[in-house]
């Protein structure tokens, strides 16, 4: 930790602390971020797909079980799964959906814009994270009643 901050100091130290920052580099740390937002969500549509699909697998095994009371109940909470995958995937692929191009004149207004596009894919990524938190949650608690009932 203190190599850290030898060399903020060793930095400060060559150019004296009072470089402003520029608006190039706002923008270019806004489009660092909203780089990793896209990363993130990839990550999220490919973990609810793997889950989409154990739980159709998981469904179908309950579908064609005996009519128990616990078979029943797990048939309806792996559809409710299913509809939070389903939610999740969608906030995930609005995340990093391209907005159309606003016309902007001003290096202020690209700034604005980025921030505001920025803004709303990190909203949307951070409720297609917490359905996903969810849905692996109620997932988990679906398996154990099915297994332990089994």
Do not use: W
């Not at 690209?110 to 849905?135: G, Y």
Request: aromatic share 10%; charged share 20%; glycine share 4%.
């Amino acid at each position: 930790m203190k190599k850290h901050f030898k060399i903020i100091e060793e930095f400060q130290e060559e150019t004296d602390g009072k470089q402003p920052l520029l608006i190039e580099d706002y923008i270019a740390s806004i489009d660092d971020r909203r780089n990793k937002i896209r990363s993130l969500a990839s990550i999220i549509v490919s973990v609810c797909g793997m889950l989409l699909s154990a739980n159709f697998v998981i469904l179908f095994f309950l579908i064609k079980a005996t009519k128990q009371v616990v078979t029943e109940i797990g048939c309806y909470i792996a559809f409710i799964i299913s509809l939070s995958l389903l939610l999740t995937l969608f906030f995930a692929i609005k995340s990093v959906y391209l907005e159309s191009p606003m016309g902007v004149s001003t290096k202020g207004e690209k700034l604005l814009s980025q921030h505001a596009i920025f803004k709303m894919e990190s909203s949307n990524l951070s409720k297609s994270f917490r359905l996903l938190m969810i849905s692996i949650g109620i997932f988990i608690a679906n398996m154990s009643i099915i297994v332990f009932t089994h």
